[in-house]
Each structure stands twice: as structure tokens, then as C-alpha cells.
């Protein structure tokens, strides 16, 4: 394939990826790149005893086509700048690297496996109204085969027998990998990439990535990817420089470096807009992933994510154009913007001034759903309106439920571990907490370990602690995650019609004293009724219900299969309730429970 340079030089490309790089072409690869300021370039790789091969130039692009180079090849390029200088670089739109801390490019043939996902491809969309959990891992360290070797890895397609079911039995409707574009780093998670089109080596090829897509689609999973738009390694065999200049980054020192040592892109240059919007389209194009997260949108909208520096025009205009762009060539894949700002319009179509991203991380409800609950019983009444506040705005974006990897890291504790008081007295309070969250609007997204209650926190060099279920607390811990999870899949009124105000309405907002919380969600012509006790007393409260009709348990968190205190035999139908005559419902709710019922209309021959 040839590019079309002019378009390229516009900025308005997408598939650049299909010319640049290393492309395998009968009995050979072709290798091209663009640096536009070198004063000449080379290609040195296994193929030719890393003796340079020089590439024929074209208005800042370089291109060779070398016979006898095959898939598996190792190769790099070797930049000659105008000031004299000989250095040697990993390809821009390299589709393989070596592990670290080798970084030699790899070329790998992208049509090598083929999907056969048709069928899911087919029937996919945005999931507004329908479930969408999403359960963010980070590969290497869900499970290891050696915990005790720092490369004891499960690789791409061996990793499929083990996630795939695990997900399916706590019902996951989505998978979120971690960056899984090449990075030197394993303290970085992946954020701080030098392979932004490879897939990292550290747990196999471009083609078992693919098979891994492909067989979590066949068993109905979707799939994201964690996607870095904003900034890049300072590795100097990567971008850094790249043709003996700031090709991709900003030149000017107060901005080039960003607060986690990394360049930050400039994106009013065409070819690095092309760059990174070529690279969001190949995860979605060539992989099949079904939505991108993107990570640190604050940096990419403010100046340094500063507000207080103003608007960065160069960032916000790309992500308008990358945005568009791809909500055009995937219509059907979601776009998901990691912004802690109270910018307006992140989730508002490019076409009604909005950034078009398609649901934004709510961090506002996750600090202070967290820091309600870190929060001493005796003193949540003064804190009430944390658990309120988050309905006043809630409408304003498509809003996503997260408890990330950033709540279970840096000696922050893990989510479980966030609850108030001692050990035994975190399960009940996290077990309500839970089921406020998978009952709260928005679409949901929770951290590797919180569904087993881990205590320790993340590190990615080990695996995750499965072994605690081999404890009562964790393990009917772990089976209330399923159930609720399970509740919140198969009830539409927990999922659908959720961005509408009239889905959700508050029975008691305001009961500071008794920190209690009931809520109404509506969906389908079905009713879930949402009660909340979050003090460590026992509270009995009365309700005005808006309707007539039974309510049928869903699930009591303080029930004694989940470690709690009431026996099943006492969690049955509440008798018929009527609204009429101002005629109301009282609930009884142990400390820090939460109950959900489903609500049936009343027979029309009900007294």
C-alpha cells in the first residue's frame, strides 16, 4: 500500500500503519519510516547481519524493500542526523519488539491469524442499555505460572483458559487489559510506552493477542484497551527525537516533560496526530478490541492538566478530529475518557461541541463514595450528602462507575481495606458499598482482587492473592460479588434508561441522623427498590412508596451465606404495600446492610 502524502501532511489520515512500519510482501518486507529531518537513514536487522541497508527518500519518508527478510526478524533503524550524529532507533509503527530490556523491532505479519468473530463483531455496540461490568486486569499479574520468576508470565493464548471462565461465572460482560502496547518499564503498567504499535512481547505475538480477542468474543466477552494518547518513554531508541529533532514532541522544555518523566505529543503537527489516531484505529481495526480507555485526558484538555494554565488548543482540537474520526470507522466501539476535570461535554457528540468520547471515568463519585466510608460511623451523618452529590450532576456526561487499579496502589489501600474499623468489620460495610455501586446509575468498572475482598495491595510483579478464599470471610465474600453482579446483568431496570432522569428516583435522601439511603430504579416496567443502612446501628425507617405492589428480596447483604447476621428464613416477601390514604413501608435494616427488591405491581383483586 502507498500513502497519500498530501493527506498525511494534513493530518487526516488513520491507517498509516498499512504503509510505515515493516510490512511482509511476497518474498520479502518492506520498511518504511518518516523522518522527515535525517540526514539519511538505514535499516540494520538480522536479515542483513545488522549491516546497514540505506532506505531511498520521498519527501520525508524512507522506504526499502529487502528480499530474503521474513516474519520473526529482529531489526532496527539507524537515524543519520544533519548535526552528524549516528543513532539507532525501534520502528514508530513496529508491530513487534523484543522483550525488555533488548528493544530491537520484530516484524510480525498482521494477517497472520484470522478472526472469527462475525457474529459478535456484528451484534456489538456502545452498551448504553444494556450491562456493561467491566473488570480491569492487568495481564501479568492476574495469575503467574512462577510466582517467584519475574518472566513466570501466562502467555496470550494460555491465558485464555483461565480468564475466560473466571469471567463468565462473576459475570463480566467486558475485559479492561492494561496497557498492552511495548513499554521498558514494568513499574510503568504499560503507560509509559516505547512500542505504541506492538504488543508487548512479554507475554507473545501480535497473532496471540489476536487469538486471545478472538476466543473471549466467541464466549461473549468484550474487550478494551487501555489506551496512552497523551505522552511517551523518554527512552531515546524511541520517539524521543526520533530524526534528530522533537519530531513528536514539544521542543519547548516547560511543556516537553510531563509530571511522570515522560514526553508529552504536540499535537498540532500533522504527523503526530496521524501517529496517534492511526494507532487508536489499529487496536480497534486490526485487534478487534470493542472500546479504547483513554488514559489522563486532563493533560491532553489543560496545559500540563494545570487548569489554572488554561486550555491546550493543540491537545483538544486532535481529540475532537481523533474522536470523530473514529466514531465514524467504529460506530459501534466505545470510547472512554479517564477525566478527573468538571470540563464540559467529554461524552457530547463532536457535532453539538462536545469532545465525542463515549462514557467518562466518574472520579468525583469514586473519592467520595471512598471517602464516605473511610469514614467512623458516629460521624457519617455530617457527611451524608458525599452519597447524594453525585446525582446532582450525574446527567450532565455519560458517567462510568470506576474502583481502578490507582484505588488498590501507592499505599492508598485497597478498596476493601479503605472501610472504616477493624478486619471483621470491613466485609459488611464493603458488601453494601458493592451493592450501592451496582445499583448507583452508570456503567461499572472494578479492579482485579476487589471481587475476592484483597487486603494487599497491587504489585504487578506478583500475582493476585486467589489463595484467601480459602478463608470464610473471602470466599462468601467472593460469592456475594457474583450474585450481585449477576443481579445487576439480569434486572434491565439496574441498566437500562439510566442516562434518563426518570429511571432513578430518591424515597429518602435526607435521613443524615440514621445514615440511611432508598432510591427507586425504573426501567422496562421493572422496579428495583434500593435500601441502604450505613450506620452500625440497627435503623428502622418508614417510606413513602409511589406505588402499590410486593416486594420480592434480590438480595440481603447481611445475610448469613454472605458472613452476615441474618438468617435466610427471615428474608421473604414484604406483604402487600398500598400509597393510598398516605399508607407507607417500613423497613427494618441491620447495621451496614443493604437490601434490593424487585417490586411487583399488586394484583388487581389485592385488598
Known amino acids: 500500500m502507498q500513502i497519500n502524502k498530501d493527506d498525511f501532511f494534513k493530518g487526516s489520515i488513520f491507517d498509516a500503519y498499512e504503509y510505515l512500519g515493516a510490512h511482509v510482501e511476497g518474498d520479502g518486507v518492506r520498511f518504511s519510516v518518516f523522518a522527515p529531518a535525517a540526514a539519511k537513514v538505514a535499516v540494520v536487522g538480522d536479515f542483513n547481519n545488522w549491516e546497514p541497508y540505506y532506505l531511498a527518500p520521498d519527501r520525508g519518508f524512507w522506504e526499502i524493500f529487502i528480499k530474503g527478510a521474513k516474519v520473526g526478524d529482529m531489526y532496527k533503524y539507524v537515524i543519520y542526523t544533519k548535526s552528524g550524529e549516528r543513532r539507532e532507533h525501534c520502528d514508530p509503527y513496529g508491530f513487534g519488539m523484543e522483550l525488555r530490556p533488548r528493544w530491537a523491532s520484530v516484524v510480525r505479519d498482521l494477517d497472520e491469524f484470522k478472526f472469527t468473530d462475525d457474529e459478535w463483531i456484528y451484534f456489538r455496540d456502545k452498551n448504553y442499555n444494556k450491562p456493561l461490568n467491566i473488570y480491569e486486569m492487568h495481564l501479568g499479574s492476574w495469575m503467574k505460572k512462577d510466582d517467584s520468576d519475574e518472566t513466570g508470565w501466562y502467555s496470550y493464548t494460555e491465558i485464555a483458559d483461565l480468564l475466560i471462565p473466571y469471567l463468565k461465572e462473576h459475570h463480566f460482560t467486558h475485559v479492561e487489559f492494561m496497557p498492552l502496547s511495548e513499554h521498558p518499564a514494568d513499574i510503568s503498567w504499560g503507560y509509559q510506552n516505547t512500542g505504541f504499535f506492538a504488543p508487548t512481547s512479554r507475554y507473545g505475538t501480535a497473532a496471540e493477542l489476536m487469538e486471545l480477542i478472538n476466543r473471549l468474543h466467541n464466549a461473549g466477552i468484550g474487550t478494551i484497551m487501555d489506551f496512552v494518547p497523551v505522552h511517551f518513554a523518554l527512552d531515546d531508541y524511541a520517539l524521543r527525537e526520533f530524526d534528530g529533532t522533537p519530531l513528536y514532541e514539544y521542543p519547548e522544555s516547560d511543556v516537553s516533560v510531563s509530571e511522570w518523566g515522560t514526553c508529552n505529543f504536540q499535537f498540532n503537527k500533522p504527523w503526530t496526530a496521524v501517529f496517534m489516531q492511526s494507532c487508536a484505529d489499529y487496536w480497534l481495526s486490526r485487534y478487534h478490541f470493542d472500546g479504547l480507555r483513554m488514559d489522563a485526558i486532563s493533560r491532553a484538555i489543560y496545559w500540563m492538566g494545570d487548569q489554572a494554565r488554561g486550555v491546550n488548543p493543540n491537545s483538544l482540537n486532535f481529540l475532537k478530529q481523533m474522536n470523530a474520526g473514529l466514531q465514524m470507522r467504529h460506530g459501534d466501539c466505545m470510547l472512554i475518557a479517564e477525566d478527573s476535570t468538571a470540563y464540559p461535554k467529554i461524552t457530547a457528540p463532536i457535532e453539538y461541541g462536545g469532545l465525542g468520547f463515549d462514557y467518562k471515568w ?27 452529590f453525585s446525582m446532582q450532576y450525574f446527567y450532565n456526561e455519560l458517567y462510568m462507575l470506576e474502583l481502578s487499579h490507582d484505588e488498590n496502589v501507592h499505599g492508598k489501600a485497597t478498596v476493601i481495606n479503605k472501610m472504616w474499623g477493624d478486619y471483621d468489620v470491613k466485609f459488611p460495610q464493603a458488601r453494601a458499598m458493592y451493592a450501592y455501586m451496582f445499583t448507583h446509575p452508570g456503567k461499572k468498572l472494578n479492579f482485579m482482587g476487589g471481587e475476592n475482598a484483597q ?22 465474600f467472593n460469592r456475594y460479588f457474583k450474585k450481585l453482579s449477576g443481579i445487576y446483568a439480569e434486572n434491565p431496570a439496574l441498566h437500562n434508561a439510566e442516562y434518563n432522569p426518570d429511571a432513578f428516583r430518591w424515597l429518602m435522601a435526607d435521613n443524615c441522623e440514621q445514615s440511611v439511603y432508598v432510591y427507586l430504579r425504573m426501567a422496562e416496567g421493572g422496579t428495583v427498590l434500593c435500601a441502604f443502612n450505613f450506620s452500625d446501628k440497627k435503623q428502622s425507617c418508614r417510606v413513602n412508596m409511589p406505588m402499590s405492589g410486593r416486594l420480592i428480596p434480590l438480595i440481603n447483604s447481611d445475610e448469613q451465606t454472605w458472613s452476615g447476621t441474618t438468617p435466610a428464613a427471615d428474608i421473604v416477601p414484604i406483604d402487600t404495600f398500598r400509597h393510598i390514604d398516605g399508607e407507607i413501608l417500613e423497613l427494618d435494616l441491620p447495621p451496614f446492610t443493604a437490601e434490593l427488591f424487585e417490586v411487583t405491581p399488586k394484583p388487581d383483586d389485592a385488598e
Open 362 to 388: 466518574d472520579l468525583g463519585w469514586m473519592n467520595d463514595t471512598l471517602n464516605y466510608f473511610r469514614t467512623p460511623p458516629d460521624e457519617r451523618p455530617r457527611e451524608h450528602y458525599k452519597l447524594t
Open 455 to 476: 487486603f494487599r495491595e497491587w504489585d504487578e510483579t506478583r500475582a493476585q492473592d486467589f489463595d484467601i478464599l480459602k478463608y470464610p470471610l473471602h470466599e462468601s
